[in-house]
C-alpha cells in the first residue's frame, strides 16, 4: 500500500509570489523614502536647490545658533572645514558662511558635499540661496579654494529650535567623470 502525498505545487506559486513581491518592494523602498524625506523633511534633509531671498522681516527678537560640522567620507584625501563652526542668526535674515576645501594630492579631483540637518525638522526652515553643495565642486591638485554657502532661516521657524546643525559629507566623484570633464570644470573654475 503505498502512500499518497499531498500537492503542494499552490503553496509553493503562492510562496514564490511572497518571495518576489517582497524583493521588488525592496527595490521600491529606496525612492519611496527619497519621496518621503522630500515632503516631510524627515532625516534632514535640505533641498538641493536654490532658494529664492524675497525681502522678509527680520524677527530681531529672536537668535537661533547654527552649527557646522564636515567630514569625508572614506576615500576622499581633502581638507574640508568651515570657516567658523557656528553662528547666530536671527530669523529672516541672510548670512554667508564659507567653507575650506584643499586638494592635498598629486590628482586633479570632483567632489560632491551632501547635506544634513539636525534635528531633522529645522531642516525645512533653512533656505539656501547658493551653496556649494548645489554642484559637484572640482579642484586641481595641490589646490585649496573658499566655497561659500548663503542662507536664511524662514521666519515662521518654531520657538523651540534654537539650535541646530548643518553638517556636509564630501564624497570623491573623481571616479564617475572623465579626464576631459575634470580638465573643462577646472577651466570654468
Not at 513581491?21 to 521600491?28: K, L, S, T
Not at 533641498?47 to 564636515?70: G, H, I, K, M, P
Not at 590628482?107 to 540637518?117: E, K, L, R, T
Request: charged content about 15%; glycine content about 4%; proline content about 6%.
Amino acid at each position: 500500500m503505498s502512500e499518497q502525498r499531498p500537492d503542494n505545487s499552490i503553496l509553493v506559486k503562492r510562496l514564490l509570489l511572497t518571495v518576489a513581491g517582497m524583493f521588488a518592494f525592496g527595490f521600491a523602498l529606496v525612492p519611496l523614502y527619497d519621496v518621503f524625506c522630500e515632503v516631510t523633511g524627515f532625516n534632514g534633509r535640505t533641498s538641493n536647490e536654490a532658494a529664492v531671498y524675497q525681502q522678509v522681516e527680520v524677527d530681531e527678537s529672536r537668535t537661533v545658533t547654527v552649527q557646522f560640522l564636515t567630514r569625508n567620507a572614506k576615500g576622499i584625501p581633502w581638507k574640508f572645514e568651515p570657516s567658523i563652526k557656528q553662528v547666530k542668526i536671527h530669523p529672516g535674515e541672510v548670512k554667508v558662511v564659507n567653507f575650506l576645501a584643499g586638494n592635498p594630492t598629486s590628482s586633479n579631483m570632483i567632489a560632491q558635499a551632501i547635506p544634513s540637518v539636525a534635528p531633522a525638522e529645522a531642516s525645512l526652515y533653512l533656505n539656501k540661496v547658493e551653496c556649494f553643495c548645489f554642484n559637484q565642486q572640482p579642484l586641481a591638485a595641490g589646490a585649496e579654494t573658499e566655497m561659500p554657502m548663503q542662507f536664511y532661516l524662514d521666519p515662521d521657524i518654531p520657538d523651540h529650535i534654537t539650535t541646530f546643525t548643518l553638517s556636509y559629507t564630501l564624497y570623491d566623484m573623481t571616479a564617475n567623470t572623465s579626464a576631459e570633464a575634470i580638465a573643462q570644470l577646472l577651466k570654468t573654475e
